[in-house]
């Protein structure tokens, strides 16, 4: 029973009970706080709904019920029960047909109160239809709750689709920044590689047994130092306080013999004073090296005078 009680909260909320259920739900909802819990929100819910919904009345709607009002309407003049006229005869009076439809029976006073109340305009499809349109109610407003929900997610959703694109973005900015490190990385070990043989080659030249150390001045300022080996086919220079020179000039190195000068490599840019080694392979009839300062890209053939020039040791 209290089950069944439970279930019409729906429909007392809208006011779509009959009286003898109302009464009963009334009893019960004095001792259930889970029923009055309900029962309040059904009705914020639905007072949201009728707002929603609500419109403005017609001008001339509320003249029109005043004037109607105030016109008197006719009544019709219904004989009192047991008031049935006396007939000579002896026999007894005909039946009087009663507006509420009992025949031949009185009435308490009172009694049928609640299934006129249960009848009353806008109520003839009785309680199973008051109970539909609570329900209906309550799934409108459930239906604006889902409704809401959903805005809600797909507000979330679109958030986070924002989101995965943004970090979609930093994901390649720091792809492509690790691709950009691995190429210097790879750079840097070709770079080592080449000094670790250039070093390896200068170690022989050194350790070679017929190395010749020469040291000439340059003209322009500061000392070249040139160490040959015949027998290791190898020839190393190097140089210290020559002066700097624009962006766009640079010292190169020749080799000379019976063919005439032949470029042998430009000098990297001074650091601490010291250019970097330039090691590089002989031929065997060279037998000058010179330095002359050129276009920062090098020149096929010396454009200026040397401003060094210096005999190899034979072989």
Same mark, same amino acid.
């Given at each position: ?5 439970h279930a ?5 909320a ?6 003898a ?8 909802l004095?001792?259930c706080?889970g ?7 059904l ?6 709904l ?21 016109r ?6 219904l ?6 006229p006396?007939r ?7 039946p ?7 025949e031949g029976?009185?009435r308490k006073?009172?009694?049928g109160?609640?299934?006129r109340?249960e ?7 009785g309680?199973?239809?008051r109970?539909?349109?609570g329900?209906?109610a309550?799934c409108a407003?459930a239906?604006?709750?889902?409704g809401?929900?959903?805005v809600d ?7 986070l689709?924002?989101?995965s694109?943004?970090?979609a973005?930093?994901?390649?900015r720091?792809?492509?920044a690790n691709?950009?490190?691995?190429? /210097?990385? &790879?750079q *840097? =070990?070709?770079?080592n590689q080449?000094?670790?043989? %250039?070093? +390896?080659?200068?170690?022989? !030249?050194l350790a070679a047994?017929?190395?010749r150390? /020469?040291? &000439?001045? *340059? =003209?322009?300022?500061g000392?070249a130092?040139?160490v %040959?080996? +015949?027998?290791?086919?190898? !020839?190393?220079?190097?140089s210290?306080?020559?002066p ?10 020749w080799?000379m013999?019976p063919?005439?000068?032949?470029p ?9 004073g010291?250019t ?6 002989p031929l065997r009839?060279d037998?000058?090296v010179?330095?002359?300062?050129e276009?920062?890209r ?6 200026t005078d ?10």
């Amino acid at each position: 029973m209290d089950d069944d009680l439970h279930a019409l909260s729906g429909a007392y909320a809208v006011d779509a009970l009959p009286y003898a259920e109302w009464v009963v739900f009334e009893e019960h909802l004095r001792g259930c706080a889970g029923c009055g819990t309900e029962v309040r929100r059904l009705r914020e819910t639905a007072a949201r709904l009728a707002g929603a919904v609500a419109v403005n009345p017609p001008p001339g709607l509320r003249p029109r019920l005043l004037a109607a009002a105030r016109r008197p309407s006719p009544r019709p003049m219904l004989p009192l029960l047991g008031d049935a006229p006396a007939r000579g005869d002896g026999l007894a009076p005909p039946p009087v047909a009663r507006p509420w439809g009992g025949e031949g029976r009185r009435r308490k006073w009172g009694q049928g109160w609640g299934r006129r109340r249960e009848q009353g305009p806008g109520q003839g499809r009785g309680w199973p239809a008051r109970m539909l349109a609570g329900l209906a109610a309550v799934c409108a407003a459930a239906a604006v709750g889902l409704g809401a929900v959903a805005v809600d997610a797909r507000r979330d959703s679109g958030g986070l689709a924002a989101e995965s694109r943004r970090l979609a973005e930093a994901n390649q900015r720091l792809s492509d920044a690790n691709q950009r490190l691995a190429g /210097v990385n &790879r750079q *840097v =070990a070709e770079t080592n590689q080449r000094l670790a043989g %250039v070093n +390896r080659q200068v170690a022989v !030249l050194l350790a070679a047994s017929d190395a010749r150390t /020469v040291r &000439r001045p *340059v =003209a322009s300022g500061g000392t070249a130092t040139v160490v %040959v080996s +015949r027998s290791a086919g190898r !020839l190393l220079f190097t140089s210290s306080g020559l002066p700097s020179l624009p962006e766009s000039r640079g010292y190169e190195l020749w080799l000379m013999g019976p063919g005439g000068p032949r470029p042998a490599g430009l000098l990297g840019r001074a650091e601490g004073g010291v250019t970097a080694p330039v090691l590089v392979t002989p031929l065997r009839g060279d037998e000058r090296v010179a330095l002359t300062v050129e276009p920062a890209r090098g020149s096929p053939r010396p454009t200026t005078d040397p401003i060094l020039l210096a005999d190899l040791p034979a072989a």
